[in-house]
């Protein structure tokens, strides 16, 4: 498929917009913005920042928009509408808000008494200024035959164009857009991917490494400007988790590899700004009052075909991920890898969740069995299958070999480790498999039938979840590549044919593997019913140019046993 125009929806005239206007309950307002009444003047407003819908119901949305006032005001009004057509004859619900520099001029609003399973239309208003117009659907009752969602993840914006975003905003009567994090970068303009973005003149803004709330606006700010991120946001209602880089590269409970105390101040603070800007910028419910904004968990019923339970398993409970270099034991001089696997890797301690939150899923996925709903999908940062390393020193040709020896650091070191078989991640679910094996006997008490969704890892991924217990299937995993940032196996050699063998390694070293895809950018298309489940993996020719092709390049789909899902097959 060639990339081939603009996005479906399209700025609207003036005119247009006050056909039909009329004042309606069945909203409110999010964060500190304010109620207008009717009689209100909208002031002049840019929206350059597109609008979004999100956290849908059966009977709500949220509307989002930045609203930016002329002049250097400190204050904008801004009209929004909702009606069922993009011309807006008919508007169903209308009204006037404020909103100020507090909240970086975002406007949320929480439309509410609507129809279920239903497309409905938005836009917003600044004066004679009109945004961009958008599509919201609701959560459908048990009448659906069919679901359908787009799964992406991962957009350093440094590192190329968002080909898949655009394609993602092309995709014609998606439910909902999951996305499970990595949604904007934390790095400084020199860090991450630095060189192709001085290249394709997309280097981060602002210049330094994000730390304070206004940074992290800024930052949010730049990647809500480009134009095919904007065209998705416009397409569907977006279900959203942060993963580690919406805050600091490798975050958990108490901090992140990529955050320094002594010179960046208290985790806490930073962790607090970066969750501030992302409520201000996501299409999403602002935390309820005295809550703590980190321990988001969420479900989202898709009639009773399945229910989609969003988990969060950075800030909450997660330990510190383990370290090689600090954390693997040595006996004789040699690595101890049993003691490694049984006692500290293996730990029980060691949790992704946090006890409060494995005590939620359960009850979560115990409910979602009990009103009938067919498929629990698990909206999930980090991929869960079990990944260990094939060894690299013995799978690369000579030549290939000898060259990525020759690169020594951290190149090197990683291919001689290859050769102990330890986990690929240690940042995963790999890193906390005691974790995952509690999560697995809570699909097991509950007769869940388990779908697990993935992003981080840049790389796309067919797998059959397996019990380390007893080898016996708990699900399925659908894991996406990334809408630009690179998997890393580059940094190995130099050579394309090192992602055909690291693909090949990984799947032979892997009972948990059916496919894999460790090059491509892109994104998953999942498709239910009530007896089965399907993923289209989508992937973009290049990231480097907007002049590009889209391919689907594999599906794979499973059908409902009384056992519960069956291994992925492949169908075309």
Known sequence: MKNSGTPHHQMVTRRQALKGISAGAGFSILGSCTTLSNSAKTTFAEFQSGVASGDPTKTSFVIWTRALPANGNNIANVGFDIAKDTNFDAVIRSGKIQTT??????????ITGL???????YRFTGGENVSTTGRARTLPNNDVRSIKFAL????????GFYNAYREISKIEGLDAVVHVGDYIYEYAADGYDSKTGEA??????????IVTLSDYR??????????DLQAAHANAPFITIWDDHETANNSWSGGSSNHHEDAEGKWETRRDAALRAYFEWMPMRDPVAGSAAERLNRTYDFGDIASLLVIETRLTGRNEPLSYSRDLPMKNGEPDIELFRNDVLGAPSRTMMGAAQEKWLEGALKESRDRGAAWQILGNQTVMARMNTPNFMKLLPPKMLNDSMSKGGYTAMWLERSQLGLPVSLDSWDGYPAARERLYDSVKATNANLVVLSGDSHMFWANNLHSAKDESQIGIEFGTGGITSPGGYEMLSDDPAIFEIAAKGV??????VAHANVHDHGF??????????????????TTQSQD???TKFLTVQSHLTPQGPSTLVKTE
């Open 548 to 550: 590009y092709e889209t």
């Open 115 to 121: 129809e279920p399973g239903t497309t409905y239309f």
């Open 200 to 209: 394709l003149g997309r280097l981060h803004k602002p210049a330094h490494e």
């Open 152 to 159: 992406a993840s991962c957009a350093n914006f440094p590192s």
């Open 218 to 227: 800024e930052r949010f700010a730049q990647y809500r400007s480009d134009p």
């Open 524 to 541: 998953v298309v999942v498709t239910a019913s009530k007896s089965e489940i399907k993923a289209d993996y989508i992937k973009v020719s």
């Open 101 to 110: 520099a507090d909240r970086d001029f975002t406007v949320k609003v929480d």
């Open 507 to 512: 799947i032979a070293q892997n009972s948990d």
